[in-house]
Protein backbone atom coordinates (compact mmCIF):
# COMPACT_ATOMS: atom_id res chain seq x y z
CA UNK A 1 0.00 0.00 0.00
CA UNK A 2 1.62 3.28 -1.42
CA UNK A 3 1.58 6.27 1.58
CA UNK A 4 1.05 9.91 0.86
CA UNK A 5 1.73 13.32 2.26
CA UNK A 6 -0.39 14.89 4.55
CA UNK A 7 -2.07 17.87 3.10
CA UNK A 8 -0.47 21.28 4.47
CA UNK A 9 -2.18 23.46 7.13
CA UNK A 10 -3.98 26.28 6.13
CA UNK A 11 -2.76 29.14 3.76
CA UNK A 12 0.74 27.37 3.35
CA UNK A 13 1.54 26.30 -0.04
CA UNK A 14 4.03 23.97 -1.33
CA UNK A 15 7.64 24.75 -2.44
CA UNK A 16 7.63 25.64 -6.13
CA UNK A 17 9.04 22.22 -6.74
CA UNK A 18 7.21 20.14 -4.40
CA UNK A 19 8.31 16.29 -3.69
CA UNK A 20 7.26 13.33 -6.07
CA UNK A 21 3.31 13.10 -5.27
CA UNK A 22 2.91 9.80 -3.12
CA UNK A 23 -0.66 7.77 -3.82
CA UNK A 24 -2.59 8.03 -0.64
CA UNK A 25 -3.30 10.58 1.81
CA UNK A 26 -2.92 10.46 5.77
CA UNK A 27 -4.25 13.18 7.59
CA UNK A 28 -2.84 15.96 9.64
CA UNK A 29 -4.34 18.11 12.63
CA UNK A 30 -5.97 21.64 12.34
CA UNK A 31 -5.93 22.95 15.82
CA UNK A 32 -7.31 26.24 15.29
CA UNK A 33 -11.01 27.41 16.51
CA UNK A 34 -14.10 25.50 15.66
CA UNK A 35 -16.81 27.76 14.40
CA UNK A 36 -20.38 26.58 15.04
CA UNK A 37 -23.18 26.98 13.31
CA UNK A 38 -26.03 28.84 15.24
CA UNK A 39 -28.57 26.74 16.68
CA UNK A 40 -32.31 26.35 16.68
CA UNK A 41 -32.88 26.43 13.45
CA UNK A 42 -36.50 27.06 12.62
CA UNK A 43 -38.40 23.85 11.90
CA UNK A 44 -40.21 25.43 9.51
CA UNK A 45 -37.03 26.59 7.35
CA UNK A 46 -35.66 23.36 7.83
CA UNK A 47 -38.72 21.68 5.99
CA UNK A 48 -38.78 24.38 3.08
CA UNK A 49 -34.45 23.04 2.79
CA UNK A 50 -35.84 19.43 2.48
CA UNK A 51 -38.22 20.62 -0.03
CA UNK A 52 -35.24 22.02 -2.43
CA UNK A 53 -33.43 19.23 -1.02
CA UNK A 54 -36.08 17.13 -3.14
CA UNK A 55 -35.71 18.55 -6.54
CA UNK A 56 -34.27 15.92 -8.70
CA UNK A 57 -32.58 17.15 -11.91
CA UNK A 58 -32.65 14.67 -14.82
CA UNK A 59 -32.79 11.87 -12.65
CA UNK A 60 -31.13 8.61 -13.84
CA UNK A 61 -34.17 6.53 -14.80
CA UNK A 62 -35.62 8.70 -16.72
CA UNK A 63 -31.91 10.23 -18.50
CA UNK A 64 -33.23 8.88 -22.20
CA UNK A 65 -36.26 10.58 -21.72
CA UNK A 66 -34.72 13.81 -21.75
CA UNK A 67 -32.58 13.33 -24.49
CA UNK A 68 -29.31 11.42 -24.12
CA UNK A 69 -27.95 9.21 -26.62
CA UNK A 70 -28.25 5.36 -25.68
CA UNK A 71 -26.14 4.79 -28.18
CA UNK A 72 -23.02 7.15 -26.36
CA UNK A 73 -24.40 6.35 -23.29
CA UNK A 74 -21.96 4.19 -21.46
CA UNK A 75 -23.54 1.13 -19.46
CA UNK A 76 -24.31 0.97 -16.30
CA UNK A 77 -25.32 -1.40 -13.83
CA UNK A 78 -29.08 -2.03 -14.07
CA UNK A 79 -31.16 -1.75 -10.60
CA UNK A 80 -34.90 -1.26 -10.16
CA UNK A 81 -36.30 2.12 -9.77
CA UNK A 82 -36.36 3.54 -6.82
CA UNK A 83 -39.19 4.27 -4.92
CA UNK A 84 -39.66 8.24 -4.25
CA UNK A 85 -39.56 8.86 -0.79
CA UNK A 86 -39.07 11.68 1.78
CA UNK A 87 -36.04 13.00 0.33
CA UNK A 88 -37.80 13.90 -3.18
CA UNK A 89 -40.72 15.69 -1.25
CA UNK A 90 -41.28 17.47 1.81
CA UNK A 91 -40.94 16.08 5.03
CA UNK A 92 -44.49 16.08 6.48
CA UNK A 93 -43.02 17.36 10.49
CA UNK A 94 -39.92 17.82 11.98
CA UNK A 95 -39.44 14.10 13.11
CA UNK A 96 -37.84 13.28 16.39
CA UNK A 97 -34.44 14.02 17.04
CA UNK A 98 -31.55 11.26 17.09
CA UNK A 99 -29.47 10.87 20.09
CA UNK A 100 -25.56 10.90 20.13
CA UNK A 101 -25.58 7.79 22.23
CA UNK A 102 -27.45 5.90 19.96
CA UNK A 103 -25.89 7.07 16.62
CA UNK A 104 -22.84 6.19 18.23
CA UNK A 105 -23.65 2.42 18.78
CA UNK A 106 -25.20 1.90 15.13
CA UNK A 107 -22.06 4.03 13.04
CA UNK A 108 -19.38 2.70 15.15
CA UNK A 109 -19.16 -1.12 14.38
CA UNK A 110 -19.61 0.13 10.63
CA UNK A 111 -16.82 2.69 10.65
CA UNK A 112 -14.65 0.51 12.27
CA UNK A 113 -14.67 -1.88 9.23
CA UNK A 114 -11.79 -2.52 7.66
CA UNK A 115 -12.84 -1.91 3.94
CA UNK A 116 -12.36 1.83 5.09
CA UNK A 117 -8.83 1.72 5.81
CA UNK A 118 -6.53 2.83 7.80
CA UNK A 119 -8.34 5.80 9.16
CA UNK A 120 -11.70 7.54 9.35
CA UNK A 121 -12.96 10.79 9.91
CA UNK A 122 -16.54 11.66 10.57
CA UNK A 123 -19.50 13.56 11.10
CA UNK A 124 -22.94 13.67 11.87
CA UNK A 125 -24.95 16.65 12.59
CA UNK A 126 -28.57 17.49 13.18
CA UNK A 127 -29.62 20.00 10.79
CA UNK A 128 -32.40 21.79 13.10
CA UNK A 129 -31.18 21.74 16.36
CA UNK A 130 -27.07 22.00 15.43
CA UNK A 131 -26.69 19.20 17.43
CA UNK A 132 -23.43 16.84 16.97
CA UNK A 133 -24.28 13.50 17.10
CA UNK A 134 -21.44 11.54 15.97
CA UNK A 135 -17.48 12.55 15.72
CA UNK A 136 -14.61 10.51 14.63
CA UNK A 137 -11.59 12.85 13.49
CA UNK A 138 -14.06 15.40 13.03
CA UNK A 139 -12.43 18.86 12.69
CA UNK A 140 -9.22 16.99 11.24
CA UNK A 141 -7.86 17.64 7.43
CA UNK A 142 -7.81 14.73 5.45
CA UNK A 143 -7.93 14.30 1.44
CA UNK A 144 -11.68 15.17 0.58
CA UNK A 145 -11.95 14.20 -2.98
CA UNK A 146 -14.48 15.44 -4.89
CA UNK A 147 -16.38 16.29 -1.64
CA UNK A 148 -14.34 19.67 -2.69
CA UNK A 149 -16.66 20.38 -4.68
CA UNK A 150 -19.42 21.13 -2.36
CA UNK A 151 -17.36 23.95 -0.91
CA UNK A 152 -17.13 25.23 -4.75
CA UNK A 153 -20.66 25.29 -5.34
CA UNK A 154 -22.10 27.00 -1.98
CA UNK A 155 -19.12 29.42 -2.45
CA UNK A 156 -20.09 30.28 -5.99
CA UNK A 157 -23.79 30.75 -5.30
CA UNK A 158 -22.52 32.82 -2.35
CA UNK A 159 -20.39 35.08 -4.70
CA UNK A 160 -22.04 35.14 -7.87
CA UNK A 161 -26.10 34.45 -7.06
CA UNK A 162 -27.85 31.05 -8.62
CA UNK A 163 -29.14 33.63 -12.08
CA UNK A 164 -25.86 34.70 -12.71
CA UNK A 165 -24.63 34.13 -16.49
CA UNK A 166 -21.12 34.05 -18.45
CA UNK A 167 -20.35 35.74 -21.32
CA UNK A 168 -18.58 35.06 -24.17
CA UNK A 169 -17.64 37.82 -26.35
CA UNK A 170 -16.77 38.54 -29.89
CA UNK A 171 -14.80 42.34 -31.02
CA UNK A 172 -12.71 43.67 -33.70
CA UNK A 173 -9.27 43.24 -33.84
CA UNK A 174 -6.76 45.84 -34.54
CA UNK A 175 -5.82 44.46 -37.47
CA UNK A 176 -8.60 45.03 -40.50
CA UNK A 177 -10.42 41.48 -40.72
CA UNK A 178 -9.25 40.59 -37.59
CA UNK A 179 -12.14 39.15 -35.42
CA UNK A 180 -11.15 38.40 -31.50
CA UNK A 181 -13.21 35.69 -29.05
CA UNK A 182 -13.24 36.63 -25.44
CA UNK A 183 -12.97 33.53 -22.99
CA UNK A 184 -15.44 34.49 -20.36
CA UNK A 185 -14.71 31.45 -18.26
CA UNK A 186 -17.58 29.59 -19.70
CA UNK A 187 -16.55 25.62 -19.56
CA UNK A 188 -19.92 24.92 -20.82
CA UNK A 189 -19.84 26.44 -24.60
CA UNK A 190 -21.11 24.56 -27.74
CA UNK A 191 -19.29 24.63 -31.22
CA UNK A 192 -23.57 23.77 -32.22
CA UNK A 193 -26.62 22.29 -31.65
CA UNK A 194 -25.13 19.24 -30.21
CA UNK A 195 -23.20 20.26 -27.14
CA UNK A 196 -22.70 18.51 -23.85
CA UNK A 197 -24.78 20.88 -21.75
CA UNK A 198 -28.32 21.24 -23.15
CA UNK A 199 -28.86 24.85 -23.52
CA UNK A 200 -25.15 26.35 -23.84
CA UNK A 201 -23.96 29.04 -25.69
CA UNK A 202 -23.29 28.46 -28.99
CA UNK A 203 -20.29 29.21 -31.20
CA UNK A 204 -22.46 29.18 -34.41
CA UNK A 205 -24.88 31.97 -33.01
CA UNK A 206 -21.87 33.99 -31.73
CA UNK A 207 -20.10 33.51 -35.23
CA UNK A 208 -23.42 34.42 -37.12
CA UNK A 209 -23.26 37.80 -34.86
CA UNK A 210 -20.44 38.36 -36.01
CA UNK A 211 -21.04 38.01 -39.73
CA UNK A 212 -23.79 40.23 -39.50
CA UNK A 213 -21.73 43.02 -38.07
CA UNK A 214 -19.14 42.98 -40.30
CA UNK A 215 -21.09 43.25 -43.25
CA UNK A 216 -18.88 43.25 -46.07
CA UNK A 217 -15.74 43.07 -44.41
CA UNK A 218 -13.97 40.09 -45.12
CA UNK A 219 -13.06 37.93 -42.03
CA UNK A 220 -9.14 37.20 -42.53
CA UNK A 221 -8.03 35.80 -39.12
CA UNK A 222 -9.28 34.80 -35.58
CA UNK A 223 -7.43 36.16 -32.52
CA UNK A 224 -7.95 34.18 -28.88
CA UNK A 225 -8.14 35.89 -26.12
CA UNK A 226 -7.81 34.17 -22.39
CA UNK A 227 -6.36 36.86 -20.36
CA UNK A 228 -9.58 36.46 -18.13
CA UNK A 229 -7.57 33.47 -16.12
CA UNK A 230 -4.21 33.75 -15.52
CA UNK A 231 -1.27 31.67 -13.49
CA UNK A 232 -0.68 28.06 -14.24
CA UNK A 233 -3.29 25.59 -16.17
CA UNK A 234 -2.87 22.83 -13.99
CA UNK A 235 -3.03 22.58 -10.05
CA UNK A 236 -0.28 21.57 -7.37
CA UNK A 237 -0.95 17.86 -6.34
CA UNK A 238 -2.76 16.62 -9.79
CA UNK A 239 -1.48 13.49 -11.28
CA UNK A 240 -0.12 14.07 -15.04
CA UNK A 241 -2.65 10.84 -15.69
CA UNK A 242 -5.47 12.80 -14.42
CA UNK A 243 -4.61 15.59 -17.16
CA UNK A 244 -5.90 15.78 -20.93
CA UNK A 245 -5.78 14.69 -23.43
CA UNK A 246 -6.79 11.30 -21.52
CA UNK A 247 -7.83 12.03 -18.06
CA UNK A 248 -10.78 13.41 -16.35
CA UNK A 249 -9.76 17.41 -16.26
CA UNK A 250 -8.64 19.70 -18.95
CA UNK A 251 -6.05 22.58 -18.24
CA UNK A 252 -8.07 25.38 -16.99
CA UNK A 253 -8.85 28.26 -19.74
CA UNK A 254 -10.58 30.72 -20.00
CA UNK A 255 -12.29 29.50 -23.32
CA UNK A 256 -13.54 26.25 -24.09
CA UNK A 257 -16.17 23.64 -25.69
CA UNK A 258 -17.81 21.16 -23.77
CA UNK A 259 -15.52 21.45 -20.79
CA UNK A 260 -12.56 21.11 -22.95
CA UNK A 261 -13.82 17.40 -24.63
CA UNK A 262 -12.94 16.32 -28.06
CA UNK A 263 -16.23 14.53 -28.06
CA UNK A 264 -19.45 16.10 -25.91
CA UNK A 265 -19.90 12.98 -24.67
CA UNK A 266 -19.56 12.31 -20.52
CA UNK A 267 -17.88 9.22 -19.61
CA UNK A 268 -18.96 7.95 -16.21
CA UNK A 269 -15.61 5.59 -15.80
CA UNK A 270 -12.28 5.73 -17.59
CA UNK A 271 -10.92 8.87 -19.46
CA UNK A 272 -12.86 11.56 -20.65
CA UNK A 273 -10.47 12.69 -24.00
CA UNK A 274 -10.21 16.48 -23.69
CA UNK A 275 -8.16 18.84 -26.09
CA UNK A 276 -4.32 19.52 -25.14
CA UNK A 277 -5.02 23.49 -25.69
CA UNK A 278 -8.89 23.94 -25.22
CA UNK A 279 -8.75 27.48 -25.94
CA UNK A 280 -6.91 27.21 -29.32
CA UNK A 281 -9.28 24.33 -30.33
CA UNK A 282 -12.20 26.19 -29.51
CA UNK A 283 -11.09 29.27 -31.42
CA UNK A 284 -10.34 26.81 -34.62
CA UNK A 285 -13.55 25.53 -34.22
CA UNK A 286 -15.39 29.35 -34.25
CA UNK A 287 -12.66 30.27 -37.29
CA UNK A 288 -14.38 27.37 -39.24
CA UNK A 289 -17.89 28.71 -38.53
CA UNK A 290 -16.63 32.25 -39.85
CA UNK A 291 -14.81 30.64 -42.79
CA UNK A 292 -11.21 31.57 -41.68
CA UNK A 293 -8.63 28.69 -42.12
CA UNK A 294 -7.20 27.13 -38.87
CA UNK A 295 -3.81 28.36 -39.62
CA UNK A 296 -4.88 32.12 -39.50
CA UNK A 297 -5.69 31.23 -35.39
CA UNK A 298 -3.63 32.62 -32.41
CA UNK A 299 -3.36 33.49 -29.03
CA UNK A 300 -3.17 37.07 -28.29
CA UNK A 301 -5.56 40.47 -26.91
CA UNK A 302 -7.98 42.13 -27.80
CA UNK A 303 -7.85 45.63 -28.02
CA UNK A 304 -9.02 48.27 -25.66
CA UNK A 305 -12.60 49.65 -27.67
CA UNK A 306 -12.21 53.37 -28.17
CA UNK A 307 -14.42 55.07 -25.83
CA UNK A 308 -17.36 53.43 -24.20
CA UNK A 309 -20.05 50.96 -26.65
CA UNK A 310 -23.38 49.55 -26.05
CA UNK A 311 -23.93 45.68 -26.01
CA UNK A 312 -23.21 44.53 -29.64
CA UNK A 313 -22.89 47.78 -31.20
CA UNK A 314 -21.80 46.41 -33.67
CA UNK A 315 -24.46 43.93 -34.36
CA UNK A 316 -26.66 46.39 -35.42
CA UNK A 317 -24.67 48.81 -37.47
CA UNK A 318 -23.11 46.47 -40.03
CA UNK A 319 -21.66 49.33 -42.23
CA UNK A 320 -18.03 50.20 -42.38
CA UNK A 321 -16.04 52.02 -39.77
CA UNK A 322 -15.08 48.99 -37.26
CA UNK A 323 -12.80 50.16 -34.98
CA UNK A 324 -10.38 48.22 -32.91
CA UNK A 325 -12.13 46.98 -29.42
CA UNK A 326 -15.81 47.39 -31.19
CA UNK A 327 -18.01 44.37 -29.70
CA UNK A 328 -19.02 42.70 -32.46
CA UNK A 329 -21.43 39.97 -30.70
CA UNK A 330 -22.44 37.69 -27.07
CA UNK A 331 -23.62 34.35 -26.09
CA UNK A 332 -24.27 33.77 -22.43
CA UNK A 333 -23.86 30.73 -20.56
CA UNK A 334 -26.95 28.96 -18.74
CA UNK A 335 -27.52 30.32 -15.13
CA UNK A 336 -24.44 29.52 -12.69
CA UNK A 337 -26.79 27.38 -10.85
CA UNK A 338 -27.42 24.97 -14.06
CA UNK A 339 -23.88 24.63 -14.29
CA UNK A 340 -23.34 23.55 -10.74
CA UNK A 341 -25.77 20.82 -11.10
CA UNK A 342 -23.56 19.71 -14.28
CA UNK A 343 -20.57 20.11 -11.93
CA UNK A 344 -22.08 17.76 -9.11
CA UNK A 345 -23.97 15.46 -10.75
CA UNK A 346 -21.01 14.45 -12.95
CA UNK A 347 -18.70 15.05 -10.99
CA UNK A 348 -16.83 17.24 -13.47
CA UNK A 349 -13.53 18.64 -12.34
CA UNK A 350 -13.05 21.45 -15.44
CA UNK A 351 -16.53 23.09 -14.40
CA UNK A 352 -15.47 22.98 -10.85
CA UNK A 353 -12.24 24.82 -11.81
CA UNK A 354 -14.26 27.10 -13.94
CA UNK A 355 -16.69 28.05 -11.11
CA UNK A 356 -13.98 28.33 -8.68
CA UNK A 357 -12.36 30.95 -10.75
CA UNK A 358 -15.80 32.50 -10.46
CA UNK A 359 -15.33 32.80 -6.27
CA UNK A 360 -12.19 35.06 -7.43
CA UNK A 361 -13.31 37.29 -10.18
CA UNK A 362 -16.22 38.29 -8.10
CA UNK A 363 -13.78 39.06 -4.83
CA UNK A 364 -11.82 41.58 -7.46
CA UNK A 365 -8.50 39.09 -7.48
CA UNK A 366 -6.62 37.38 -10.28
CA UNK A 367 -8.27 34.23 -11.30
CA UNK A 368 -5.53 32.10 -10.89
CA UNK A 369 -5.50 28.47 -8.65
CA UNK A 370 -4.08 30.03 -5.71
CA UNK A 371 -5.86 33.24 -5.81
CA UNK A 372 -9.04 30.94 -6.21
CA UNK A 373 -7.97 29.11 -3.58
CA UNK A 374 -7.78 31.92 -0.81
CA UNK A 375 -11.19 33.68 -2.32
CA UNK A 376 -13.01 30.54 -1.59
CA UNK A 377 -11.47 30.30 1.91
CA UNK A 378 -12.54 34.16 2.39
CA UNK A 379 -16.14 33.68 1.40
CA UNK A 380 -16.32 30.35 3.79
CA UNK A 381 -15.34 32.70 6.53
CA UNK A 382 -18.22 35.48 5.77
CA UNK A 383 -20.43 33.14 5.96
CA UNK A 384 -19.22 31.85 9.39
CA UNK A 385 -18.23 28.61 8.46
CA UNK A 386 -14.66 26.85 9.85
CA UNK A 387 -12.77 28.03 7.16
CA UNK A 388 -9.32 27.17 8.97
CA UNK A 389 -10.60 23.32 8.69
CA UNK A 390 -9.75 23.98 4.94
CA UNK A 391 -6.43 23.64 3.08
CA UNK A 392 -7.12 24.10 -0.73
CA UNK A 393 -5.35 23.73 -3.94
CA UNK A 394 -7.67 23.62 -6.48
CA UNK A 395 -11.74 23.57 -6.63
CA UNK A 396 -12.24 20.36 -7.97
CA UNK A 397 -10.71 17.72 -5.49
CA UNK A 398 -8.03 16.52 -7.64
CA UNK A 399 -5.05 17.96 -5.70
CA UNK A 400 -3.32 14.94 -3.47
CA UNK A 401 -2.37 18.58 -1.20
CA UNK A 402 -6.32 19.32 -0.32
CA UNK A 403 -7.52 18.96 3.14
CA UNK A 404 -10.99 19.38 4.46
CA UNK A 405 -12.02 18.31 7.79
CA UNK A 406 -15.78 16.52 7.73
CA UNK A 407 -16.37 19.27 10.37
CA UNK A 408 -16.64 21.72 8.43
CA UNK A 409 -18.58 19.89 4.89
CA UNK A 410 -21.46 18.89 7.53
CA UNK A 411 -21.30 22.74 8.46
CA UNK A 412 -21.21 23.50 5.03
CA UNK A 413 -24.13 20.99 4.43
CA UNK A 414 -26.19 22.25 7.22
CA UNK A 415 -25.52 26.12 6.50
CA UNK A 416 -27.06 25.23 2.93
CA UNK A 417 -30.01 23.60 3.83
CA UNK A 418 -30.85 25.60 6.98
CA UNK A 419 -33.18 28.15 5.25
CA UNK A 420 -31.25 31.33 6.48
CA UNK A 421 -29.23 31.15 3.30
CA UNK A 422 -31.97 30.37 0.23
CA UNK A 423 -29.45 31.15 -2.49
CA UNK A 424 -27.49 28.56 -1.06
CA UNK A 425 -30.07 25.82 -0.65
CA UNK A 426 -30.04 25.82 -4.80
CA UNK A 427 -27.08 23.15 -4.39
CA UNK A 428 -28.92 20.92 -3.42
CA UNK A 429 -30.51 20.12 -7.06
CA UNK A 430 -27.64 19.16 -8.26
CA UNK A 431 -26.25 16.60 -5.51
CA UNK A 432 -26.68 13.12 -6.97
CA UNK A 433 -29.15 10.91 -5.18
CA UNK A 434 -28.76 7.47 -4.32
CA UNK A 435 -29.29 4.84 -6.56
CA UNK A 436 -31.38 7.50 -8.80
CA UNK A 437 -29.20 9.88 -10.62
CA UNK A 438 -25.41 11.24 -11.19
CA UNK A 439 -22.78 9.77 -9.80
CA UNK A 440 -24.58 7.85 -7.15
CA UNK A 441 -26.68 6.02 -9.59
CA UNK A 442 -24.94 2.62 -9.48
CA UNK A 443 -24.41 2.95 -5.34
CA UNK A 444 -26.45 1.69 -2.70
CA UNK A 445 -27.01 -1.62 -4.43
CA UNK A 446 -24.94 -4.39 -2.38
CA UNK A 447 -25.28 -5.49 0.33
CA UNK A 448 -29.19 -5.35 -0.06
CA UNK A 449 -29.95 -3.34 3.29
CA UNK A 450 -27.76 -0.53 1.66
CA UNK A 451 -31.21 -0.25 -1.29
CA UNK A 452 -33.27 1.52 1.56
CA UNK A 453 -31.40 4.52 1.29
CA UNK A 454 -32.17 4.82 -2.14
CA UNK A 455 -33.87 7.90 -2.98
CA UNK A 456 -33.11 8.78 0.43
CA UNK A 457 -29.47 10.20 0.81
CA UNK A 458 -28.45 12.80 -1.61
CA UNK A 459 -24.56 13.26 -1.38
CA UNK A 460 -21.11 14.19 -3.24
CA UNK A 461 -18.80 11.41 -3.75
CA UNK A 462 -15.31 11.97 -3.73
CA UNK A 463 -12.69 9.19 -5.29
CA UNK A 464 -8.72 8.97 -5.57
CA UNK A 465 -6.47 6.08 -5.05
CA UNK A 466 -6.32 4.97 -1.98
CA UNK A 467 -8.83 7.67 -1.07
CA UNK A 468 -13.14 7.29 -0.49
CA UNK A 469 -15.22 10.33 0.81
CA UNK A 470 -19.00 10.78 1.12
CA UNK A 471 -20.81 13.88 2.16
CA UNK A 472 -24.15 15.21 1.86
CA UNK A 473 -27.96 15.23 3.31
CA UNK A 474 -30.08 12.54 4.28
CA UNK A 475 -33.98 12.44 6.16
CA UNK A 476 -34.29 9.50 9.25
CA UNK A 477 -37.40 7.29 9.29
CA UNK A 478 -38.45 9.46 11.58
CA UNK A 479 -38.27 12.37 9.40
CA UNK A 480 -35.40 13.96 10.57
CA UNK A 481 -32.45 16.12 8.48
CA UNK A 482 -29.44 15.03 8.80
CA UNK A 483 -25.83 16.11 7.26
CA UNK A 484 -22.97 13.99 7.30
CA UNK A 485 -19.70 13.43 6.06
CA UNK A 486 -17.51 10.01 6.01
CA UNK A 487 -14.15 10.15 4.35
CA UNK A 488 -11.99 7.05 4.55
CA UNK A 489 -8.12 6.84 3.72
CA UNK A 490 -5.99 4.03 3.40
CA UNK A 491 -8.78 2.05 1.41
CA UNK A 492 -7.47 -0.97 -1.19
CA UNK A 493 -10.38 -1.71 -3.15
CA UNK A 494 -12.74 1.24 -4.15
CA UNK A 495 -16.24 -1.26 -4.76
CA UNK A 496 -15.78 -2.54 -1.08
CA UNK A 497 -15.14 0.73 0.54
CA UNK A 498 -18.10 2.58 -1.61
CA UNK A 499 -20.15 -0.19 -0.39
CA UNK A 500 -18.55 0.58 3.07
CA UNK A 501 -19.61 4.07 2.82
CA UNK A 502 -23.16 3.71 1.84
CA UNK A 503 -23.74 1.49 4.19
CA UNK A 504 -23.30 4.20 7.13
CA UNK A 505 -25.50 6.41 5.33
CA UNK A 506 -28.00 3.60 4.50
CA UNK A 507 -27.67 2.93 8.74
CA UNK A 508 -28.47 6.29 9.13
CA UNK A 509 -31.17 6.20 7.29
CA UNK A 510 -32.67 3.21 9.07
CA UNK A 511 -32.01 4.14 12.76
CA UNK A 512 -34.64 6.43 14.51
CA UNK A 513 -31.63 6.55 17.23
CA UNK A 514 -33.94 8.69 19.60
Known amino acids: MNTARPPAPAGVRPPAKAAPRPDAPTTTGNPGSRTKLISGVAAAAVLVAVAAVGLVARPGPVDEWLGADPATSAPVAVTPDPTPTPVLVAAAAQGRAPTGPAVQEALDPLVGSSALGSTVHVSVLDVASAQVLYSRNAELLTTPASTTKLLTAVTALAARGPAYRLTTRAVAGRKPGEVVIVGGGDPTLSIGAKGQFPGAARLDRLAAQVKKAMGDTPITRVTVDVSLFSGPETAVGWDSADISPGGQVSRIQALMTNAGRVTPVHNETGGDPRYRDPALAAGRAFADQLGVPSEKVAKGEAPAAAGATGASAGASAPAAGISPGQELGTVQSPPLVQILDWMLQQSDNTLAEAMGRQVALAAGVEASF ?145
Open 370 to 514: DATSEAMLDKLRELGLPADEASLYDASGLSRHNGISPNLLVQTLALAAGGTRPELSAMFNGLPVAGWSGTLRTRFVTPSPNRSAQGVVRAKTGTLSGVNTLAGVLVTRDGRVLAFAVMASGTSDPSTAKAALDKVAARLVACGCS
